[in-house]
């Protein structure tokens, strides 16, 4: 499987000894059935790349890092968290763990472990740098945050895209392999709309492309439900019985008609009007938004008016339309619900020091992580830093003011497998192996897949020899927090005995009856990963129960199926997904009626005269494989994208450089002129900026780029606290 992107394509590897001689797609695979994308071959690339972190690292007092000892760095690690917290309590620790965490089973299981063990409230990672509107709107509606509505993309005759493009970044918050063969079946059986204000890959093979202006998503999707309004097309269909708010909601967003919000979006009322009609008369249809549509400043608002749509047409949990998936290993989330009213959600239980921005899920908003670096009070200050998988200092907004407050820290430790940006700050450097090293198997995104899937890939070389993995990694450093490191087979017995615990005494009373003892017993002896998601698949909804259903799911019979199992389409999962307090879908709350409010305000407002939006590349991923020859070569492709009428009227040219200047700072940038951006609006990518001084990434350096999170602005922010990359106001200096 691999392991780069959401799509999980299943590939076959060959090798010779340690070296990997071939990558392809795995036709054998259930759900990608041999469909790759260029960035798999960067998987034999990366196991190559002379660059790659294979032994730890430290800094010495001259700044220069030498190679380390596994005992050595981590004992210096663990050494210097510990008296950094010592000396200033638990919350002088930031940790921030990184996107590809989310894509390793090792860092899915330990991660945690490994944050609770740093005891702090200064946990950031990525999440509010993407998805988190999604799962605060999810979590308003649906009382949890991973109950995320996934298109059912293999079903639907009608899917409404807005802010996503799946055809390069391969689907998110959508596990689809192949992204493109399911949309061109769409347009078969019906109707692909995008909403972008650029005219992206996905639009271009789209049925249709709406221009719209950035960040009035929210404008749109409202004025679409008040058509149906209008029209008598409002249909709740089966979740009739389970709806709860809709009178607040009508009567709060009747204002945001066609006609009063076509000026601001850009799009004209009739075509509203059309898209409405079309999307409630369709047999079944998908509203589906990601990136142009969390990372704007009504993010929350936006992602909610998304499945808002989905259920005024009763298109929610209902084949065709956007569906609740079925994981066969994954705690919380969808898996296992036990139907009635739960806890609802929760924010805010504590807060930044600084701007006091809101806890979600457990963590801080990290465009707030600056500033608790340099300017909280010396109490609440943050001194020292742990970032898993993370690269922070180019995916962050306000990057300048970010690597001015990790110059600050006092102590950094970082788990990576490069030297790059972030981690050059860093006192220890600890390298997990490579992703061809270890197993995987995809606790997260087969929660977010539109077919329920299961997929097991043992590492496809052996562990280069003397390294550690990245569990034991990350156990170790637990270990150590936790009072004194610790042989690491007691340690994940302990570890496997909590779980375990966990597992048969939670909500569902299914295995109550299991006995702890034999369970542990099954499960073996050997530690790590793979007795923990054996425990998972074992007690999910597909597994054999140890015993209760002998013909069920365990680890074992998943490895026998080599190209993994399909178990099937989406299917309807009302009520059972519902945590809200109240048991149902609990459309209106304060946080919505707020948002709606501030909407209102914002009608009137002239939009902003140039602003700046994002966007994704098919050989790219995030920051961290620019270090991969076959992946960069080429033309430059970290350029502005501007609309010819405002290259003229700012007097550029295609290749030529310009200034651009927001709140939160300034960069020069190479031109590309082209009409795919709308007027008003350019487009940089991000991930790029790799000139920094003691980086070890030698083929990433010759093709720099520049990092766009300078210009990123950290005051524009979402109501969830996640970073609003989309529409920033930009200005162009003269030369
Ligand atoms: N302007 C702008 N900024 C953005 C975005 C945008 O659209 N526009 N998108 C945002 C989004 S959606 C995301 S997810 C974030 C990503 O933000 P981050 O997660 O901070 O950054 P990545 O580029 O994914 O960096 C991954 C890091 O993990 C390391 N790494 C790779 N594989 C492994 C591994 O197996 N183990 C370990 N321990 N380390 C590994 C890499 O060397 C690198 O340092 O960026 C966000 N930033
Ligand atoms: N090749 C590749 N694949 C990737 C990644 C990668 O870096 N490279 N990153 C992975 C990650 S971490 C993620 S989170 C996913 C993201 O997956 P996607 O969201 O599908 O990817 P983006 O390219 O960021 O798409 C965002 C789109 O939103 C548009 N947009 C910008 N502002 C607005 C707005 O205000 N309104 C609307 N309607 N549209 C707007 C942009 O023009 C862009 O086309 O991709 C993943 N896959
Ligand atoms: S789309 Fe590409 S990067 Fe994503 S899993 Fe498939 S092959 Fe890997
Ligand atoms: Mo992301």
Redesign the pocket.
């Known amino acids: 499987m691999c ?1 780069l992107c959401e799509a999980t394509c299943g590939i076959s590897v060959e090798s010779e000894g340690t070296k990997v001689t071939r990558v392809a797609g795995d036709s054998a695979d259930p759900f990608s059935a041999g469909y790759i994308c260029p960035k798999a071959f960067g998987m034999k690339a990366l196991q190559d790349d002379p660059d790659r972190l294979r032994t730890p690292l430290i800094r010495g007092a001259n700044g220069s890092f030498r190679e380390a000892s596994w005992e050595e760095a981590l004992d210096v690690a663990i050494e210097g968290l510990d008296s950094v917290r010592k000396r200033y309590g638990d919350d002088s620790v930031g940790t ?1 763990a ?4 989310a ?2 089973l090792h ?1 899915m299981i330990y991660g945690p472990v490994l944050t609770r063990a740093l005891r702090t409230k200064q946990r950031y990672s ?1 999440s509010s ?3 988190l509107p999604k799962m605060v709107s999810c979590a308003l509606l649906f009382g949890g945050g991973l109950s995320v509505p996934i298109p059912d993309l293999d079903r639907t005759e009608y899917l409404l895209v807005l802010g996503a493009n799946p055809l390069v970044s391969n689907g ?1 918050l959508m596990t689809a392999p192949n992204a493109k063969a399911r949309l061109q079946g769409i347009r078969e059986r019906g109707k692909v709309v995008v909403v972008d204000p650029r005219r992206s890959e996905t639009a271009r093979a789209a049925s249709e492309h709406l221009a719209i202006r950035p960040g009035t998503d929210a404008f749109f999707l409202l004025a679409l439900v008040n058509a149906l309004v209008e029209i008598g097309l409002i249909d709740f269909g089966h979740l009739e019985p389970w709806l709860d708010g809709w009178s607040d909601v009508k009567q709060a967003i009747s204002g945001f008609t066609p006609e009063a919000v076509a000026e601001r979006t850009s799009i004209p009322a009739e075509t509203i009007r059309r898209i409405a009609k079309e999307f409630a008369s369709s047999g079944s249809a998908a509203c589906y938004g990601r ?1 142009g549509t969390t ?1 704007q400043e009504l993010g929350t608002l936006a992602s909610w008016a998304v499945d808002l749509l989905n259920i005024v047409t009763g298109n929610l949990d209902r084949p065709g339309g956007v569906m609740f998936p079925e994981p066969a290993a994954m705690r919380g989330g969808n898996q296992l619900k036990v139907a009635g009213p739960g806890r609802g959600a929760r924010f805010g239980r504590w807060r930044t020091s600084v701007r006091g921005l809101p806890e979600a899920f457990g963590e801080l908003p990290v465009a707030a992580l600056a500033e608790e670096i340099l300017d909280a009070p010396e109490e609440t200050r943050v001194r020292a830093m742990l970032t ?5 200092l ?4 306000g990057s300048a003011r970010l690597e001015e407050a990790f110059e600050r820290l006092e102590f950094m430790v970082s ?4 030297l ?1 940006e ?2 050059r700050h860093a006192h220890v450097i600890l ?2 192996p ?2 061809l090293e270890r197993e995987s198997y995809d606790l997260a995104f087969y929660q977010l897949s539109v077919r329920n899937i299961v997929k097991f890939s043992p590492p496809a070389l052996p562990r280069t020899s003397g390294a550690m993995d ?1 569990w034991e990694i990350l156990l170790s450093l637990a270990t150590g927090l936790m009072g004194g490191r610790m042989e690491l087979k007691a340690a994940d017995d302990f570890l496997l005995a909590q779980l375990i615990n966990q597992e048969i005494s939670g909500k569902d009373l299914r295995f109550s009856d299991l006995d702890a003892q034999a369970v542990t017993h099954a499960l073996g002896a050997q530690p790590g990963p793979q007795r923990v998601l054996d425990l998972f698949l074992r007690l999910g909804p597909y597994g054999d129960g140890f015993g209760a259903r002998p013909d069920g799911l365990s680890l074992a019979r998943l490895k026998q199926a080599e190209h993994g199992i399909d178990l099937g389409p989406l299917r309807p999962r009302l009520p059972e997904f519902l945590e809200t307090k109240s048991g149902k879908i609990e459309l209106w709350s304060e946080l919505i009626s707020n948002e709606l409010a501030k909407l209102d305000g914002r009608l009137g407002e002239r939009a902003p005269d140039l602003v700046l939006i ?1 966007r ?1 590349q098919l050989r790219s ?4 494989m620019h270090n991969i020859h076959a992946l960069v070569k080429g033309p430059d492709r970290c350029t502005l994208l501007m609309h010819p009428a405002d290259a003229a009227r700012f007097g550029l040219s295609s290749g030529r450089s310009t200034t651009l200047k927001t709140r939160a700072g300034q960069l020069k940038a190479t031109i590309e002129v082209s009409d795919e951006v709308m007027p008003g609006v350019i487009s940089l990518p ?2 790029w900026g790799h000139a920094s001084e003691g980086a070890r990434l030698s083929v990433a350096r010759e093709r720099p780029g520049v990092n ?2 300078v210009l ?1 602005d950290p005051a524009l922010l979402d109501v969830s606290g996640n ?1 609003a ?1 989309n529409g920033v106001p930009v200005e162009i200096l003269p030369e």
């Open positions: 392991t921030y990184g996107n590809p965490n894509h390793s860092a990525a740098i993407d998805q998110s990136i990372c898993m998988a993370g690269n922070p180019l995916s962050v907004p788990v990576d497998i490069y790059n972030t981690t390298p997990p490579p992703p990245e994002g994704r991923n995030n920051s961290w991000h991930g766009v999170n990123s970073a990359f």
